[in-house]
C-alpha cells in the first residue's frame, strides 16, 4: 500500500486547511487510518484515527473540537479537516495505515506511511 499526504501549507492562525491521504490499494479500506504529526525537535504524536468504516474515530486532546478525520472508502481517501488552527499546530503530519480495522493512537500500530505534507500556522 502506498499512500501520497497532500493538502499542507501556509495558514494564519485561526485558519483552517484539509490534508487528504489516497491510498493505493483498495484493500487499506478494510484497515484503520491515523494522522500523526513531528513538530521540529519534538516526538511524533497521535493526531486523529478513524476506524474502517469511518463508525469510530478518536483524537489527541490538543486537537479535540478543532480537526476532524473522515473518509471516503470509495475513492480510497482519508481526511484531516483543521480549523482554528493554532501556531504549534506547525508540523510535518503522515497519514498512516492500521494493521487492524480500527486506529490507534500507537505508531508501532501502523504498518504503512506516506512521505508527509508539512503545515506551517503563522501567528
Known amino acids: 500500500v502506498q499512500l501520497q499526504a497532500s493538502g499542507g501549507g501556509l495558514v494564519q492562525a485561526g485558519g483552517s486547511l484539509r490534508l487528504s491521504c489516497a491510498a493505493s490499494r483498495r484493500t487499506s479500506s478494510n484497515n484503520g487510518m491515523g494522522w500523526f504529526r513531528r513538530a521540529p525537535g519534538k516526538e511524533r504524536e497521535f493526531v486523529a484515527g478513524i476506524s474502517w468504516n469511518g463508525a469510530s474515530t478518536t483524537y489527541a486532546d490538543s486537537v479535540k473540537g478543532r480537526f476532524t478525520v473522515s473518509r471516503d472508502r470509495a475513492k480510497n481517501t482519508v481526511y484531516l479537516q483543521m480549523s482554528s488552527l493554532k501556531p504549534e499546530d506547525t508540523a510535518v503530519y503522515y497519514c498512516?495505515?492500521?494493521?487492524?480495522?480500527?486506529?490507534?493512537?500507537?505508531?508501532?500500530?501502523?504498518?504503512?506511511w506516506g512521505q508527509g505534507t508539512q503545515v506551517t500556522v503563522s501567528s
Open positions: 498512516a495505515t492500521s494493521r487492524t480495522s480500527y486506529s490507534s493512537s500507537n505508531y508501532s500500530q501502523y504498518n504503512h
